[in-house]
């Protein structure tokens, strides 16, 4: 099968000044460019490096040109990409780069020093590269691409035996600890089919990325763009304050992202882009409970849906679909799921459990270096996602929660995120997570994390029982109610709530 470089440089013929990549503070790429960048990070790594299939790279910068070129670059020549949050610390580097064993680190000037401190001793990398600006010890890209022959990679020879075109590290949002997912390289190259069999994606198309590309997610909206001649629209960093304002400009037609960037730009005064845009369709991952809000507001089609890293493109219900309240779909073409309880038994309609994917279905094979992890996820030929919900008699999928999120209240399962969304409404809450909080008679109580909206007051458990009556049932409102500035979160905007559960022990 193709890669994504062959199918980028197939359209640098076809539509050579068409403009693939556009950015508000790093300028833009035409198809051209773009292939003709790839092509000379290709012929480097092949060439300078002797890198090949079994070899990966780090790619550890913000949303950039330089991160899709880079990306292209390694396809090329069957490097895996290992992309990881521009935020992390140095050790959470070192591991990265002894777990993966990345032989080179992709960087932008502002961490390449730490990069360069980082990897010294580590006799398997070959070089840090700053893809920015030049850097005392670190390579330069530009200097890499500048000495590259002319036209290098438009002969390159197809790649035999690619399987891991990316390895893709968890958020850790339930562990604290990443896990390794390595990714088919087809996810790449034909990566736009799911986004074809949702909302019709063509070469027309404009997707806007504002989540980093670390993310499956963000790596999604870019890459199903590319394998179709489409162009993407980024944001080097995401700025609630000027996203309209970047969607007037560019006028991107799709927008997939996730739950903490709608709640961000939900809170926003209304601004006069919001219903005169380009958007012809958002895909809002983890938003089901309050997708007809978003409609509403921003008179564009939203589509639920539902996945995960491991699982890629789980589920989603179709535009020319009635949709269904709090559901998120049903799976994709090829997509096999069901519903398990704790016994193995396959859960009656209706009735919650674990969700899980036939495990040839969605191509998961375990985590990287890790059996522990993945003989965890692991039940025969399932991969368990660790996440409860229910089906219908249609076989549209309900989602209600973690299992680790869930609060099991005097024999009652509470879903954090049913309660979540009754608190955001009250005028007080600007941001909240709720999560389960140890107690001797009940097993676990309702405890809820507030960051307050602008001048106003914790409410108190009365004032959210009032507020929230006839949406809660009484026994789920907070009965710990505490104020914090801001909820700790992922680089992709997750709530790290492992970290709010040790305020408890």
Not at 252 to 258: V, W
Not at 340 to 350: I, Q, T
Request: one cysteine or more.
């Amino acid at each position: 099968m193709p890669t994504l470089y062959d199918v980028v440089r197939d359209f640098s013929n076809t539509w050579p000044e068409k403009l693939a990549l556009l950015t508000e503070q790093d300028g833009h790429r035409t198809y051209r460019e773009l292939a003709a960048r790839g092509g000379a990070i290709a012929h480097q790594l092949q060439n300078r490096f002797g890198l090949g299939l079994g070899d990966r790279a780090c790619l550890w910068m913000r949303n950039r040109p330089e991160y899709i070129e880079c990306q292209l670059g390694m396809q090329a020549v069957g490097v895996a990409g290992v992309p990881i949050n521009p935020e992390w610390s140095d050790p959470e580097l070192e591991f990265v780069l002894g777990h993966s064993r990345c032989s080179l680190v992709f960087t932008e000037a502002e961490r390449a020093e730490r990069a360069l401190a980082v990897t010294a001793c580590m006799d398997w990398v070959d070089a840090v590269v700053s893809v920015d600006e030049p850097v005392d010890g670190a390579l330069w890209l530009a200097d890499l691409i500048h000495d590259a022959p002319e036209g290098a990679g438009l002969d390159l020879p197809p790649v035999d035996g690619f399987v891991e075109g990316n390895v893709l590290y968890t958020s850790g949002t339930t562990t604290g600890r990443p896990k390794a997912v390595p990714m088919s390289p087809e996810l790449f190259s034909g990566g736009a089919v799911p986004y074809e069999e949702m909302f019709g994606l063509s070469h027309t198309d404009r997707s806007l990325v504002v989540t980093p590309l670390f993310h499956g997610n963000a790596m999604g909206g870019a890459m199903s763009a590319l394998s179709r001649g489409a162009s993407v629209v980024m944001q080097r960093k995401f700025s609630a304050s000027r996203f309209w304002s970047l969607v007037d400009l560019y006028r991107p037609t799709y927008f997939l992202t996730l739950v903490p960037i709608v709640n961000i730009l939900m809170t926003l005064p209304p601004g006069p882009y919001e219903k005169s845009h380009s958007l012809r369709v958002m895909i809002p991952l983890g938003c089901a409970p309050i997708i007809d809000q978003i409609e509403e507001r921003y008179g564009v089609p939203c589509m639920d849906w539902y996945g995960m890293t491991e699982a890629g493109s789980g589920t989603y219900t179709r535009l020319d679909e009635a949709r269904r309240p709090g559901s998120v779909g049903k799976p994709f073409e090829g997509s096999v799921l069901r519903i398990f309880l704790p016994d193995g038994r396959e859960a009656p309609v209706g009735e919650p459990g674990e969700i899980c994917f036939l495990r040839s279905s969605i191509g998961f094979n375990g985590y990287l270096e890790d059996a522990e992890a993945t003989g965890a996820a692991v039940a025969g030929d399932w991969f368990r996602t660790g996440d409860l919900g229910y089906m219908d008699s249609d076989g549209y999928l309900y989602f209600v929660d973690r299992q680790k999120d869930i609060v099991r209240r005097g024999g009652e399962n509470l879903s954090t995120i049913e309660v979540e969304t009754a608190l955001r409404t009250h005028p007080a809450v600007a941001d909240v997570a709720v999560v389960a909080r140890p107690d001797p008679v009940l097993g676990e109580t309702v405890a809820a994390f507030i960051v307050l909206a602008d001048g106003c007051e914790l409410p108190t458990e009365d004032n959210l029982r009032t507020h929230t009556q006839g949406i809660l049932a009484p026994y789920k409102v907070p009965t710990t109610i505490e104020t914090i500035h801001e909820l700790p979160r992922t680089g992709n905007g997750k709530v790290e709530k492992f970290r709010l559960r040790r305020r408890f022990t």
